[in-house]
């Protein structure tokens, strides 16, 4: 493992895809592994046993392609199962949570966030843990949003559907005057247009995505991880074949060429 080994990349989907643009955004250079765990998906709704069990089997299947490092690009995963991957596994782990820290800090203005996530992230309480470690004077209000993942894997995240959820999920927290909401799910930017068509102009959106590429770069740099040369190469698998991920894929991301490798672990 050096400094041109590949990122490994992980979610319970489409979702991690978010992180992946904004990596490759802002660290052309690098080479990413991407694992969509499509055969399992969602992970919102699934027990900490279980969720820790996917993660794990996908990061041990991400360590024997030598990644020199790992980002749960997952925040149900980020907030039941990143204590154990980091006892389990001897190279760096990034989650999708924590880099939050750093963005309250740089905010101190801050005193009314919303969130939104699955039904595990909320009931974790992980951001909220984050955010009042560094502000205990915030405010927090948080609602679980467990329809958005399968409308997003299904590709209607700019359907009529989607614009009723929205409403129903946001406006008991539209109506408590946050300042920001935090979008606690990597599936989430994709439904972004369809919130910010729904919520007030002054409500900031958090996007966890931008915020972690952010955090990664920055490690990257402080620990001198950062890749060299140009290789430039992602490579990309699910667990189970998806057309809708495929396609999604390939326009999201910009590259017509992608193919997927589904291998079962």
Do not use: W
């Amino acid at each position: 493992m050096n400094n041109q080994s590949p990122i490994g990349i992980f979610d319970s989907g489409i979702g991690g895809l978010t992180v992946l643009k904004s990596l490759m955004q802002k660290m052309p250079k690098e080479t990413y592994i991407y694992f969509g765990d499509t055969a399992h998906v969602p992970y919102g709704n699934k027990s900490k046993e279980v969720v820790i069990k996917y993660s794990l089997k996908i990061c041990n299947f991400l360590v024997a392609k030598k990644v020199k490092l790992i980002i749960v690009a997952c925040n149900t995963s980020s907030s039941l199962a990143i204590t154990i991957l980091k006892t389990k596994l001897s190279i760096p782990i990034i989650d999708v949570i924590n880099p939050m820290k750093f963005y309250i800090q740089s905010n101190k203005h801050l005193n009314k966030i919303g969130i939104i996530g699955t039904h595990n992230t909320i009931s974790s309480n992980a951001y909220n843990q984050v955010i009042l470690s560094v502000n205990d004077k915030i405010t927090i209000y948080s609602t679980a949003c467990p329809l958005f993942v399968p409308i997003i894997e299904e590709g209607l995240e700019n359907h009529e559907i989607a614009y009723i959820m929205v409403k129903k999920y946001l406006e008991p927290l539209i109506r408590q005057n946050i300042q920001i909401l935090i979008l606690g799910c990597t599936h989430y930017p994709i439904i972004k247009n369809t919130i910010m068509k729904t919520i007030p102009n002054n409500i900031y959106i958090i996007d966890s995505a931008e915020n972690t590429a952010n955090y990664v770069l920055n490690y990257l740099q402080k620990n001198d991880m950062l890749a060299e040369t140009i290789i430039k190469e992602l490579v990309c698998y699910v667990s189970d074949e998806s057309r809708h991920f495929e396609q999604f894929a390939k326009e999201y991301l910009q590259l017509p060429n992608l193919r997927l490798k589904t291998i079962q672990i």
